[in-house]
């Protein structure tokens, strides 16, 4: 069995929805689907929420009279008249619910998050019923399933655990017998409710976290992750002219470039799929035919090239040597607690035996840090800094190809370099006017051309 998650873009209208049905008759069995609601339709919601809360009854009405229109015009889905009619009368009853919500909200001037989850739920409660009808229109078998019986959470609103006990256990009673006997089950993402019954949500995004919890719970094969991208990129598009697709991943390798801000995909919300050696793929529903980037537990390193490069700009670099020679230890610690002190994170970190450098991006504390490091050490800064990096499970086997990293920088002058112990990643910081010419260089001599690696090289097939 197969799970398909369609994002935002993928269901945010008429012609989308068109895409998705095709995508989803493509199939040779019937998969489990997961959708989000129409793009900015949750954020509409939470304007909604917003409105309420300070009492513009008003105007808190007709944002919804607005989003109920905007869903009514899915109803173009559905060609048969009495099922045009049923899908029409379920969203009259969904925003006749959320406008009664709303006007009680604005009357008392408050929403709890237990309230704006409430509000929240029903773009998935709508989407999730417009794509079953539109499933059902095209002639194949499904139903929508109500997520919020099946995806039970504990009620932390806004950002509920999932229990993942009993989510399987509803996965198994409602959930997997539809799909054994043919019909494909449709769930809204993100919503879920606690064991009482009481509406809850995983946080923004949360989609792809219920579709790798129902992965989980289901056994399945492979989780797909629709969205409006190819997939994971070699590198930042904003840098490099023409990044290539990542045709595999390995999860450490995802969560290394999630952190360099590739948004496709949350890594952490993938989890539980991870957890069970179920691969995730990210595909695009504008290109179903592309081959998307495949994230598994592990991937075999190719040996020849890093999975990606990545950069991080406008950091600033912080040197700070030990002004007493023989303080020999507690030195590290004295510095990093003045971090932790100020809430700042360190990005990358090199040490020699009598002084340390560091990055940060988030400069709001950067006067205190170094006044209070000045106590005991000598501190000089630098903006105007970046990191640029290489991952890949390949640097790890592979000896040579943390110099070919180094060697296709040569020239440009780096203020620090940097291999983890995990050793996924090498490192380097310069100044942020030379990023362009690494990461182009860097993507050149492992992306493009003769020696681009084998898994580069299927992106562009
Ligand atoms: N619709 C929710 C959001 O926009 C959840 C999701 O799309 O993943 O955050
Ligand atoms: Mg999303």
New binding site residues.
């Given amino acids: 069995m197969i799970v398909m998650k369609f994002?935002?873009t993928s269901v945010k209208d008429v012609p989308a929805v068109r895409r998705l049905v095709e995508i989803v008759r493509a199939q040779a069995r019937p998969p489990v689907l997961v959708v989000?609601?129409l793009a900015k339709v949750?954020d509409g919601l939470l304007e909604v929420a917003r409105l309420a809360e300070r009492g513009d009854g008003g105007g808190a009405a007709q944002a919804v009279r607005a989003l109920h229109r905007r869903h009514q015009e899915m109803a173009a889905l559905a060609s048969q008249p009495r099922r045009r009619a049923e899908l029409l009368a379920a969203l009259e009853a969904l925003f006749a619910e959320l406008l009664a919500i709303v006007h009680a909200l604005a009357v008392i001037e408050e929403v709890s998050p237990r309230s704006a989850d409430t509000i929240a739920a029903f773009?998935?409660l709508a989407s999730s019923r417009i794509v079953a009808a539109a499933l059902e229109d095209a002639g194949t078998p499904s139903r929508f399933v109500d997520a919020r019986q099946v995806l039970i959470t504990d009620a932390q609103h806004g950002q509920a655990q999932p229990d993942r006990a009993k989510t399987d256990e509803r996965l198994r009673a409602l959930v997997l017998p539809l799909a054994a006997s043919g019909v494909v089950p449709v769930l809204g993402?993100?919503i879920g409710s606690t064991g009482t019954g009481i509406t809850t949500t995983l946080g923004?995004?949360?989609?792809?976290y219920s579709a790798a919890l129902f992965g989980a719970g289901l056994a399945a094969e492979e989780i797909q992750i629709w969205t409006d991208v190819d997939g994971m990129l070699t590198a930042d598009p904003r840098v490099v002219e023409a990044p290539r697709v990542v045709p595999r991943l390995s999860f450490d390798e995802a969560s290394e470039l999630a952190y360099f801000g590739a948004k496709v995909l949350h890594p952490s919300t993938i989890l539980p799929a991870v957890g069970m050696d179920i691969p995730v793929r990210i595909l695009n529903s504008q290109r179903p035919a592309a081959e998307g980037t495949r994230i598994t537990r592990s991937v075999e390193p190719d040996g020849e090239a890093p999975a990606a490069i990545a950069c991080k700009r406008a950091v600033t670099r912080i040197d700070i040597a030990s002004s007493r020679m023989l303080m020999a230890y507690g030195f590290l610690r004295r510095v990093f607690e003045v971090f932790e002190r100020f809430r700042t994170p360190v990005d990358v970190v090199t040490t020699s035996e009598v002084s340390v450098s560091v990055t940060i991006d988030d400069r709001r504390a950067l006067d205190d840090i170094v006044a209070e490091l000045s106590a005991f050490a000598d501190v000089a800064c630098e903006d105007g800094m970046a990191i640029v990096c290489a991952v890949g499970e390949s640097l790890r086997g592979d000896a040579r190809l943390a110099t070919r990293v180094l060697g296709a920088l040569e020239g440009l002058p780096l203020a620090m370099v940097s291999q983890g112990g995990s050793r996924k990643n090498i490192t380097v910081v310069l100044r942020d006017e030379d990023v362009k010419a690494a990461m182009e260089r860097l993507h050149r001599r492992f992306f493009e051309g003769e020696t681009t690696s084998a898994r580069a090289t299927l992106a562009r097939a």
């Fill in positions: 994002g935002g989000s609601a949750t773009g998935e993402g993100f923004r995004g949360g989609s792809d």
